[in-house]
């Protein structure tokens, strides 16, 4: 059979996906990264995706979701079919504060999954359901949508901040007395008088009701909150999420915060 090549058929899978982030390659192709249900994280190529005739190019945007089927590669997926269930991009995009958060939500969901293709339903799910927050009419802010994504994605992964009992002994922070409550990023969150290391913030009272109210769901308290409280709350936010990931977000400097 000296000669003869055989083009064995790639393996094909189909699932819903979120497009986090999109990369021209070449003329007419692009690389685009999925958050998929089923598979975790992928890049795929899409083919002749930037041509005016190409028949799927405009799914293929930054925060839609798709379903979409996939033809399995050594180093890249090939998109072989695309559906749109809901393409957020053109709604996202028209609202900068939005589009600025949306971008740091996907660039967070890159970097919380480190690894290609490991399963990650529940933060699939967080992060559909941010996107879908900031492209449809929503009352909530987009920063707040923004703040409450990290810090349950932080939670998700492993590295929920303490924001209702010490980090360090796990005392309640109703015990604490008439101190006033601290937070030491490197101890993870909230600590006790007795825990507190030096260099630890003091944020008010209303920036960790906040925080807790963002954690937890609770929206008529968080959409509540003053300006002051949601820029404290937003800086200890960005602080615990560049400690556990050793460095900041690139989009995260970028977001409106009105």
Same mark, same amino acid.
């Given at each position: 059979?000296?000669?003869?090549?055989?083009?064995?058929?790639?393996?094909?899978?189909?699932?819903?996906?979120?497009?986090? !982030?999109?990369?021209?390659?070449?003329?007419?192709?692009?690389? $685009?990264?999925?958050?998929?249900?089923?598979?975790?994280?992928?890049?795929?190529?899409?083919?002749? $995706?930037?041509?005016?005739?190409?028949?799927?190019?405009?799914?293929?945007?930054?925060?839609?979701? /798709?379903? $979409?089927?996939?033809?399995?590669?050594?180093?890249?997926?090939?998109? &072989?079919?695309?559906?749109?269930? &809901?393409?957020?991009?053109?709604?996202?995009?028209?609202?900068?504060? !939005?589009?600025?958060?949306?971008?740091?939500?996907?660039?967070?969901?890159?970097?919380?999954?480190?690894?290609?293709?490991?399963?990650?339903?529940?933060?699939?799910?967080?992060?559909?359901?941010?996107?879908?927050?900031?492209?449809?009419?929503?009352?909530?802010?987009?920063?707040?949508?923004?703040?409450?994504?990290?810090?349950?994605?932080?939670?998700?992964?492993?590295?929920?901040?303490?924001?209702?009992?010490?980090? $360090?002994?796990?005392?309640?922070?109703?015990?604490?007395?008439?101190? !006033?409550?601290?937070?030491? /990023?490197?101890?993870?969150?909230?600590?006790?008088?007795?825990?507190?290391?030096?260099?630890?913030?003091?944020?008010?009272?209303?920036?960790?009701?906040?925080?807790?109210?963002?954690?937890?769901?609770?929206?008529?308290?968080?959409?509540?909150?003053?300006?002051?409280?949601?820029?404290?709350?937003?800086?200890?936010?960005?602080?615990?999420?560049?400690?556990?990931?050793?460095?900041?977000?690139r989009s995260l400097p970028l977001v409106d915060r009105g």
């Amino acid at each position: 059979m000296g000669g003869v090549s055989r083009a064995f058929p790639r393996k094909l899978y189909r699932d819903d996906a979120v497009v986090l !982030r999109c990369q021209k390659l070449g003329e007419a192709d692009r690389i $685009v990264t999925l958050f998929t249900r089923r598979h975790g994280r992928v890049r795929a190529v899409g083919k002749g $995706v930037r041509r005016t005739t190409s028949r799927f190019g405009a799914r293929l945007e930054p925060f839609g979701h /798709v379903d $979409v089927q996939l033809a399995e590669g050594r180093s890249l997926h090939v998109v &072989s079919q695309v559906e749109g269930i &809901s393409l957020y991009g053109k709604r996202i995009g028209a609202d900068y504060p !939005r589009y600025t958060a949306a971008s740091a939500i996907a660039e967070a969901a890159e970097r919380f999954t480190p690894e290609e293709q490991e399963p990650s339903l529940r933060l699939y799910l967080l992060t559909l359901g941010a996107l879908r927050a900031l492209g449809e009419p929503d009352e909530r802010p987009a920063p707040l949508i923004l703040d409450s994504y990290l810090l349950r994605a932080m939670t998700l992964t492993g590295w929920a901040p303490a924001l209702t009992e010490c980090a $360090v002994c796990g005392r309640p922070a109703d015990s604490f007395g008439d101190s !006033r409550p601290a937070v030491s /990023v490197p101890s993870g969150g909230l600590v006790c008088p007795t825990c507190r290391p030096p260099g630890a913030a003091a944020p008010r009272s209303e920036t960790l009701r906040l925080l807790v109210a963002l954690a937890d769901g609770d929206w008529p308290t968080a959409i509540a909150s003053e300006p002051a409280a949601r820029s404290q709350g937003s800086g200890l936010v960005a602080a615990l999420l560049q400690w556990h990931l050793e460095r900041g977000l690139r989009s995260l400097p970028l977001v409106d915060r009105g």
